[in-house]
């Protein structure tokens, strides 16, 4: 499951992780994450990724704007590489600060991911974002 919790001093930014409910580590597992253009346009010059915590841009993190919205994808090893970043059973991994244009108080939004592959159970959710 992946969860985000607001920052309480920077308006529009909020900790993005994942949370593993299982008995097993989930390892070589990837995110995909929807950010509509409606709710951030595709031309919007500031980064939605903010301090990344776990990972690397470009090694294991990747934006892409097409279509009707931006997708950040995290991807938890790379082909080949293990066991990569995992996420303790029935714990939590910190991944990176979500940062989105202040929209004024309070933020909510839903946002549409995916987990897939690797250990993890494969999931489609919705992302809640509210401060």
């Known amino acids: 499951m992946l969860v985000a919790n607001p920052d309480a001093e920077r308006l529009g930014t909020f ?3 994942v949370v593993n409910d299982g008995d097993v580590v989930a390892s070589d ?9 409606g709710i951030v346009p595709a031309g919007h010059q500031d980064r939605l990724l903010g301090r990344i915590l776990s990972g690397e841009p ?17 991807r938890a090893a790379m082909k080949g590489e293990r ?15 979500l ?9 909510d939004v839903v946002l549409d991911y995916q987990i897939s592959g690797g250990s993890a159970a494969p ?3 919705e992302l809640a974002l509210r401060s």
């Open 99 to 107: 940062r989105f244009p202040p929209q004024g108080a309070p933020y």
């Open 83 to 97: 066991p990569g970043i995992v996420c303790p059973a029935r714990g939590r991994l910190d991944l990176a600060e």
């Open 29 to 37: 597992f990837r995110i995909r994450l929807l950010i509509p253009h």
């Open 15 to 17: 900790r993005l992780a």
């Open 123 to 125: 999931a489609l959710g």
């Open 58 to 74: 470009g090694r294991n993190w990747f934006v892409d704007s097409s279509g009707p919205a931006t997708a950040i994808t995290f």
